[in-house]
């Protein structure tokens, strides 16, 4: 069973930046495909970026390409989402979520192991 605990949110004015962590419980984490998504109250959980178990290939939405970065460090079991030029539309829970050989990433249903998510806020 695969853990997944997010961390690094909060508030931040507009134009600021936040990094998340994602740890994983999992020594398996090396064969994880990783992922974020974020979520506002009354709207649907929405993809923001992914990135393949080798590290090799990532993908991202189109609101926040070129601003986020999505990496991960296999040795410490860790994913990362470097958020900069924050805007008040990202504000959102973000979850960090992690499944095997996904090829729909963008697809909720392709990740099993989802974590709790961490508020991020951002202020105008």
């Known amino acids: 069973q695969v853990q997944l605990v997010e961390s690094g949110g909060g508030l931040v004015q507009t134009g600021g930046s936040l990094r998340l962590s994602c740890a994983a419980s999992?020594?398996?984490?090396?064969?994880?495909?990783m992922a974020w998504f974020r979520q506002t109250p009354g709207k649907e959980r929405e993809f923001a970026a992914s990135?393949?178990?080798?590290?090799?290939?990532?993908y991202y939405a189109d609101s926040v390409k070129g601003r986020f970065t999505i990496s991960r460090v296999n040795a410490k079991n860790t994913v990362y989402l470097q958020m900069n030029s924050l805007k008040p539309e990202d504000t959102a829970v973000y979850y960090c979520?992690?499944?095997?050989?996904?090829?729909?990433?963008?697809?909720?249903?392709?990740?099993?192991?989802w974590g709790q998510g961490t508020q991020v806020t951002v202020s105008s």
């Open positions: 979520a992690a499944g095997f050989d996904i090829s729909d990433y963008t697809r909720i249903s392709s990740y099993g192991y």
């Open positions: 999992e020594r398996t984490f090396r064969s994880l495909d």
């Open positions: 990135i393949k178990w080798s590290g090799g290939r990532t």
